[in-house]
T-cell receptor
Framework: GDSVTQMEGPVTLSEEAFLTINCTYT??????LFWYVQYPGEGLQLLLK?????DKGSNKGFEATYRKETTSFHLEKGSVQVSDSAVYFC???????????FGTGTQLKVEL | GAGVSQTPSNKVTEKGKYVELRCDPI?????LYWYRQSLGQGPEFLIYFQGTGAADDSGLPNDRFFAVRPEGSVSTLKIQRTERGDSAVYLC?????????????FGEGSRLTVL
């Protein structure tokens, strides 16, 4: 079945540091890939997505590139801020289905 | 406009009791989803509604779990004979149509604790 593997957290960084959160997947067919973020006290919200190989999703300074050859969708940001502290979830959707398969989440803490 | 609203935000119950969790989606969203998130895990799909009908209930773990959406708006997740293993955060999400699956708008969840 479909699955998503994320690097374990928590990840603690200093402000302005470079961020990478690794995500790899296993799926039948050609999935669409997503990063969701959950800020403290809030619901999950879509951060970015990519629907086909080599697509790059980007939003709020975050980027992720759909790499079919390595089945990866790593999340990156060049300079994190304290306000980026949150839990980040990688997810996939296959075909025309409605179900998202999520990873276990990676907690990011950014300190001054 | 208002986001997805879930009530109660917290529910503590005893093993064997019946529980209802309510979800009020964003107005006009026809698709509604229930997920369950256990501690340290990502959300797991339970059921999906398109309008009033359950289009996919393959994620419901057993027949103690049931969900309805009688008027195509508010949905209720019902859990009978609760067990300690049912303790989790139950998330509701909605989207404008099923075709935009993946771009879901989530509520803050209902945290269920079964003692």
């Amino acid at each position: 079945g479909d699955s998503v593997t994320q690097m374990e957290g928590p990840v603690t960084l200093s402000e302005e540091a470079f961020l990478t959160i690794n995500c790899t997947y296993t799926a039948t067919g050609y999935p669409s890939l997503f990063w969701y973020v959950q800020y403290p006290g809030e619901g999950l919200q879509l951060l970015l997505k990519a629907t086909k190989a080599d697509d790059k999703g980007s939003n709020k300074g975050f980027e992720a590139t759909y790499r079919k050859e390595t089945t990866s969708f790593h999340l990156e940001k060049g300079s994190v801020q304290v306000s980026d502290s949150a839990v980040y979830f990688c997810a996939l959707r296959t075909g025309g289905g409605n179900k998202l398969t999520f990873g276990t989440g990676t907690q990011l803490k950014v300190e001054l | 406009g208002a986001g997805v609203s879930q009530t109660p935000s917290n529910k503590v119950t005893e093993k064997g009791k019946y529980v209802e969790l309510r979800c009020d989606p964003i107005s006009g969203h026809t698709a509604l989803y229930w997920y369950r998130q256990s501690l340290g895990q990502g959300p797991e799909f339970l059921i999906y509604f398109q309008g009033t009908g359950a289009a996919d209930d393959s994620g419901l773990p057993n027949d103690r779990f049931f969900a309805v959406r009688p008027e195509g708006s508010v949905s209720t997740l019902k859990i009978q004979r609760t067990e300690r293993g049912d303790s989790a955060v139950y998330l509701c999400a909605s989207s404008p149509t099923s075709g935009t699956a993946g771009e879901l708008f989530f509520g803050e969840g209902s945290r269920l604790t079964v003692l």
